[in-house]
């Protein structure tokens, strides 16, 4: 028995065993280039951060009655911190491993919290401290209320970007440095300031016009090391004119991933990606504001890179979480195989057609059809778009040929009773043990 093919059949078993327990899902809403995997997860809250051990914190409840709450690595909930009036970002200091949260509806804008007794959680007297660190009072007569929070790497320098308060004009965007107990303003001239993400010792800050609401990625260095990034050329515009600014992610290619972007024509959504800055000018390279869409809003995003980095194809290992308004959860975007599934010919009664599975040549190839339209989401692997609460069919195709394609021809003949039959087919396959999920097809037989 060829090795191939034992491959293509332990996909199918997978695939087989999965389905038996796929939830329904948020399934086929959310769409990423070829190379990529969607997978629609639910979370207890909008996440916070990852902690040490692999817990994981998430902010839960309502404005002025929110609490966190931690999610252990083998999946048990505590109640970790709260209530707090409106969290604002979270960072955990790499040098004394303690967490700061920003509050933007409380007494105090920043919070410090220590689990003293070592049982999970600061719900005990004494382990949610204000910071000992006065925020600044701008020249319109406020302080910023903080948005996001990070620390420089390797340090225990703190950075919070965030805007004076509705209602105070003119609005005012800064990043405060946060060090040895007291807040400065290291950069300003921005509007709504948010996300944040260190590349090296540039701080990239996602920002809004606040009269506009268009979009920019601001890059700040301390140039001169005086302790801020207010001197003439130390805050530089790495794009503009975007349909919005939100969450923020630096990878190691020097890309930009951002989220809240938005189409008002479409009324959608989306993550961009802005390219790195190749030729040397400040500027990025090109932008792609339809990196990710389907979302309604999309929010804060955490991105995980491997060496290979968050690239299309079976030779990345990367992922991207990002946060949606209104999901309990995150919408995971991984590196993938690359897949897709096409259409040639009528799918019609007295005709023939043919469907194919595409991607690289050699990789193993799997299609599926299904009466069930309604998509699930398999857990580790991705979102569908079919289901199998209906009759179903998995094929194992041959391997993909030298152009990427392998094929499999279907004919319908006296075919009536199928006329107006709603079904969907969707390709899938498989390289070195991973499996890419091609597009969904959704097909009705015509007279």
């Not at 540039?202 to 005086?226: E, K, M, Q």
């Amino acid at each position: 028995m060829s090795r191939s093919f034992l491959s293509r059949s332990r996909v199918l078993r997978t695939l087989l065993a999965l389905c038996s327990c796929a939830p329904a899902g948020f399934c086929g809403t959310f769409d990423a280039p070829p190379g990529f995997n969607v997978e629609t997860r639910p979370e207890p809250g909008s996440f916070l951060l990852t902690l040490p051990d692999g817990s994981q914190l998430y902010a839960t409840g309502p404005f002025l009655g929110q609490t966190i709450v931690r999610r252990l690595p083998g999946g048990t909930l505590l109640d970790f911190a709260g209530p707090f009036g409106s969290l604002g970002g979270a960072a955990l200091s790499p040098q004394t491993g303690e967490l700061v949260v920003g509050e933007s509806a409380g007494p105090a804008p920043l919070l410090v919290l220590r689990d003293l007794n070592a049982d999970l959680d600061c719900l005990d007297a004494g382990e949610v401290q204000a910071h000992p660190a006065a925020l600044p009072v701008l020249s319109n007569g406020a302080a910023p209320l903080p948005y996001d929070l990070a620390f420089r790497p390797g340090t225990d320098e703190l950075y919070v970007s965030g805007s004076t308060p509705f209602g105070i004009s003119p609005t005012l965007g800064v990043v405060l440095r946060v060090s040895g107990g007291a807040a400065t303003v290291w950069a300003a001239g921005l509007g709504f300031a948010g996300g944040l993400d260190f590349a090296g010792d540039a701080l990239h800050v996602a920002d809004l016009d606040a009269a506009t609401f268009a979009g920019r990625v601001v890059v700040a260095r301390d140039l001169d090391h005086d302790g801020d990034a207010l001197d003439a050329g130390e805050s530089t515009v790495f794009a503009a004119g975007l349909t919005g600014a939100n969450g923020l992610a630096v990878a190691q290619d020097g890309s930009v991933y951002l989220s809240g972007l938005f189409d008002v024509a479409s009324g959608s959504g989306s993550v961009g990606r802005l390219l790195p800055d190749g030729d040397g000018d400040g500027l990025s390279d090109g932008v792609d504001e339809g990196f990710l869409t389907g979302f309604v809003f999309s929010g804060g995003l955490e991105l995980l890179e491997g060496p290979a980095g968050l690239a299309p194809g079976v030779a990345g290992d990367g992922q991207l979480a990002v946060a949606e308004f209104g999901l309990d959860g995150r919408v995971l975007v991984r590196s993938a195989p690359f897949a897709g599934t096409t259409l040639a010919g009528t799918v019609a009664n007295e005709s023939e057609f043919t469907l194919s599975v595409g991607g690289e040549p050699g990789a193993g190839a799997l299609l599926a059809l299904s009466l069930d339209t309604a998509g699930v989401t398999l857990p580790g692997l991705g979102d569908l778009g079919l289901g199998f609460g209906q009759p179903h069919l998995l094929l194992v195709l041959a391997p993909l040929d030298g152009a990427g394609q392998s094929a499999v021809e279907l004919a319908l003949r006296d075919a009536e009773a199928l006329v107006g039959l709603a079904f969907v087919a969707q390709g899938f396959t498989q390289q070195a043990g991973e499996t890419g999920i091609g597009d969904a097809l959704l097909l009705e037989v015509a007279p």
